[in-house]
């Protein structure tokens, strides 16, 4: 079955330096992509999607890669800010099999002052 | 607007006891879904509705029921909870034809 991973568990950068998380994703047949944003005691946030037609897709201030040769997508935050500090995860999913997202471990990213 | 809720927040069972979550959403959106977070793990599916009266399973249903009488809520149910149960539940639901899911807070459940 489909398995999702990320890269590091944990990521500490200095306020106002770009961040990269990386996840990669095992199924080749996965068409859909979600990233979230997790704080501390809520509920995972909607940051930004991508379809396996794109290769990348850009939000406000974030920026999501997804390369399908190595299976492998990224989310990038530009200027980070200690409000980004949070755990991110990547999920992902077969369309054509509706709702069923797998979800990676998350990344914890510490904002320095 | 409210968005997602659960009840309760916290929870403590003892092994074999059962009870039941409550989710609500006032998004009128099809879609509704039942995760469990564990510590170093992802969310793991449990069950999902794609609409009112309907119910499927997801990654790791086994030990849990669900219903959707209603399309504003989606109960999860434990009939005899176990320790391996013990974990952080998260209610989500989406919009028809979308797949982005607006979660609630999480309800934290311990079984001892």
């Known amino acids: 079955g489909e398995s999702v991973g990320l890269h590091l568990p944990t990521l500490s950068v200095q306020e106002g330096d770009n961040s990269i998380i990386n996840c990669a994703y095992s199924?080749?047949?996965?068409?859909?992509f979600i990233w979230y944003k997790q704080e501390s005691g809520k509920g995972p946030q909607f940051i930004i999607d991508?379809?396996?037609?794109?290769d990348k897709r850009q939000g406000q201030r974030v920026t999501v890669l997804l390369n399908k040769t190595v299976k492998h997508l990224s989310l990038q935050i530009a200027a980070t800010q200690p409000g980004d500090s949070a755990v991110y995860f990547c999920?992902?999913?077969?369309?054509?099999?509706?709702?069923?997202?797998?979800f990676g471990p998350g990344t914890r990213l510490s904002v320095l002052p | 607007n409210a968005g997602v809720t659960q009840t309760p927040k916290f929870r403590v069972l003892k092994t074999g006891q059962s009870m039941t979550l409550l989710c609500a959403q006032d998004?009128?959106?099809?879609?509704m879904y039942w995760y469990r977070q564990d510590p170093g793990m992802g969310l793991r599916l449990i069950h999902y509705?794609?609409?009112?009266?309907?119910?499927a399973k997801g990654e790791v249903p086994d030990g849990y029921n669900v219903s959707r009488l209603k399309k504003q809520n989606f109960l999860l149910g434990l009939e005899s909870a176990a320790p391996s149960q013990t974990s952080v539940y998260f209610c989500?639901?989406?919009?028809?034809?979308?797949?982005?899911?607006?979660f609630g807070p999480g309800t934290r459940l311990t079984v001892t």
């Open positions: 989500a639901s989406s919009p028809w034809a979308t797949y982005e899911q607006y």
């Open positions: 199924n080749s047949a996965s068409d859909y």
């Open positions: 991508i379809r396996s037609n794109m």
């Open positions: 999920a992902a999913t077969e369309t054509n099999y509706g709702q069923n997202f797998v």
């Open positions: 998004m009128n959106h099809e879609y």
């Open positions: 509705s794609v609409g009112e009266g309907t119910t």
